[in-house]
């Protein structure tokens, strides 16, 4: 990382210019990957990266260029090329810096980069010997274990100063099922901003259990029907349908730009009374925690919807220029060779006054969407696709066999209205995201809801 001193040299250089504002985001990362099949450990990397990305406004226009040399005749290029988009100027200009220190809230206990490979090849066996052992038709297991420890430096001409480590762990595992007619798999990939420790409260076994579990229950279903019906999509990574349904449309990045359906609608009813959506990034420990975001404002929570009202958007620096409003510590980004825009980080559904059994009471037929996978969304219209990972038919209020070939197809918006229940069993997961800014951890999240009516597109002929 850069000094104190060299930063106030960078910035001072950039700001004799017709900017009014510079950013220098500095990184130095190292991440590992371990992947295994049926037991034995098949890949091994580790890569490190490291680099700044330097960032001037002029109004609302933004310029943004990388290097990962830091010495100063390159970075010192490198503003000059930025400063000439602009325009120069002669102005001296002096910056001087003030060092804020951010309270770490995600402290860790066994740093993962350190640890030895002995003991991370013995969690992913731990989880491979848990699935394989699940049932004589489990056939084939993968898994991977994945680390990174980001620390970041984010100086302004505005004088702030600020650093932040990242540490994060994550266990995907797959596990296949196979019978005489058919091959079906099933995962679990659970991860947070921790160290090793996370696997002592997350035991790697019921990854592995969960993996084969999901496998086993899609040997045995049936097609699924289509139409329109009532759906339960239960907690954790159902999440993903606010995250990508209606969350990107809450971003800055788009209601800037009015290419979202909720442009201008804050303060207005967008969703069932019974609906709170909060992003949060201040969670201890969670996948899409930081103490800063990647614009070194400390993370907050961030409540977008209180009972179907939209609260507010999530919004990054250059995007509050736009709108004429203030940031939300939302300014996120993949590495320094992305700039910033804005992200979510926890993102989900607040839980509600039903029990879980209450979302199936009255439901004359209907789907139970279990586990969901992934879809696709366009931000402008709110309309959407998503596959159901694991399902289940409801009849008559009860849950019955297990389907496959499910999908939910809709519109973000109309979801929203037609939530009827929340239940109160809240539950988080862990994704990736990707944007603009490129591709970074989140959570999604969410009790059981109940969808009084969405389109199932399913296999099975009615």
Not at 135 to 153: A, E, M, N, P, Y
Request: net charge negative; aromatic share 6%; charged share 25%.
């Amino acid at each position: 990382m850069l000094t104190k001193e060299q930063c106030e040299v960078i910035l001072s250089r950039c700001m004799q210019s017709e900017a009014d504002f510079a950013e220098l985001f500095e990184e130095d990362t190292t991440s590992e990957g371990i992947s295994m099949l049926n037991g034995d450990v098949e890949e091994m990397n580790r890569v490190v990266r490291a680099g700044i990305g330097i960032r001037l406004y002029k109004g609302v226009q933004s310029v943004y260029g990388y290097t990962n040399e830091l010495d100063q005749n390159t970075v010192f290029a490198l503003v000059d090329d930025l400063k000439s988009a602009l325009g120069t100027s002669n102005q001296e200009v002096t910056i001087r810096l003030t060092e804020s220190v951010i309270e770490n809230h995600h402290p860790i206990v066994k740093d993962p980069i350190e640890a030895s490979l002995e003991e991370k090849v013995a969690l992913l066996k731990r989880a491979y010997k848990a699935a394989k052992e699940a049932d004589d038709r489990i056939v084939k297991v993968t898994g991977s274990l994945s680390s990174v420890c980001q620390k970041v430096q984010i100086s302004t001409s505005e004088g702030k100063f600020v650093k932040d480590t990242r540490t994060r762990v994550r266990m995907p595992i797959m596990a296949f099922a196979q019978d005489a007619s058919s091959m079906q798999s099933g995962s679990d990939s659970p991860g947070a901003s921790q160290g090793l420790e996370f696997f002592d409260q997350t035991a790697p076994e019921s990854i592995g259990k969960e993996a084969a579990r999901t496998a086993l229950v899609l040997l045995e279903a049936k097609d699924c029907p289509s139409g329109k019906m009532p759906v339960v999509i239960d907690n954790g990574f159902g999440g993903v349908i606010f995250h990508e349904a209606c969350g990107h449309s809450l971003e800055a990045t788009s209601v800037a730009k009015n290419q979202s359906v909720f442009t201008g609608k804050l303060n207005e009813k967008i969703a069932s009374d019974c609906v709170t959506a909060i992003d949060d990034g201040t969670i201890p420990g969670a996948w899409g925690s930081e103490n800063i975001d990647d614009e070194g404002n400390p993370q907050v929570k961030r409540v977008l919807i209180k009972d179907g009202v939209l609260q507010s958007y999530m919004i990054d620096r250059l995007n509050a220029r736009r709108m004429h409003m203030e940031s939300t510590g939302s300014g996120r980004r993949q590495s320094y060779k992305f700039e910033p825009t804005s992200r979510m980080s926890n993102t989900y559904i607040a839980p509600g006054k039903d029990s879980f059994e209450d979302l199936f009471a009255g439901i004359q037929k209907g789907l139970y969407a279990k586990k969901m996978g992934g879809g696709s969304v366009n931000p402008q219209t709110g309309e959407f696709n998503f596959a159901v990972n694991e399902g289940y038919m409801i009849e008559n209020g009860k849950v019955t066999y297990p389907v496959k070939g499910a999908s939910l197809i809709g519109n973000g918006k109309d979801i929203l209205m037609n939530i009827d229940k929340v239940s109160n069993n809240l539950e988080r997961a862990q994704g990736m995201c990707g944007s603009a800014s490129g591709s970074i951890p989140v959570d999604v999240g969410q009790p059981a809801i109940r969808v009084s009516s969405i389109t199932v597109g399913g296999t099975a002929n009615e």
